[in-house]
Nanobody, 123 residues
Framework: QVQLAQSGGGLVQPGGSLRVSCAAS????????VGWFRQAPGKGYEAIQC????????TFAGFVKGRFTVSRDTAKNTVYLQMNSLKPEDTGVYYC????????????????WGQGTQVTVSS
């Protein structure tokens, strides 16, 4: 079983950048696929990107292409979501989650979740 703890987030002006961290404990992250989800106000979970056990990743949400990047630091047992050129519509609570196996965009496939991080993009 792996536990996830998130950090980062906050208030950012449009066009700015932010990095959200997802630190794992209890098990190495390279044994899991780690997904990033966003919950916008009044909406459910939206899959953004997912990084696989080999370090490759795929993007599910078209609106973040060219702006968001997922990476993993094995030594720190941490996965990062780098967000650039942020827009007001990117606002929401961002979650990392871990699962065994391949990529997935289904929240129900993920057994371990971070606590969520608020990201607000506003002038």
């Amino acid at each position: 079983q792996v536990q996830l703890a998130q950090s980062g987030g906050g208030l950012v002006q449009p066009g700015g950048s932010l990095r959200v961290s997802c630190a794992a404990s209890g098990s190495p992250l390279e044994k899991y696929a780690v997904g990033w989800f966003r919950q916008a106000p009044g909406k459910g979970y939206e899959a953004i990107q997912c990084i696989a056990t080999d370090g490759t990743y795929t993007t599910f949400a078209g609106f973040v292409k060219g702006r968001f990047t997922v990476s993993r630091d094995t030594a720190k047992n941490t996965v990062y979501l780098q967000m650039n050129s942020l827009k007001p519509e990117d606002t929401g609570v961002y979650y990392c989650a871990a699962k065994s196996g391949w990529y997935s965009a289904r929240p129900s496939d993920f057994g371990s979740w971070g606590q969520g991080t608020q990201v607000t993009v506003s002038s």
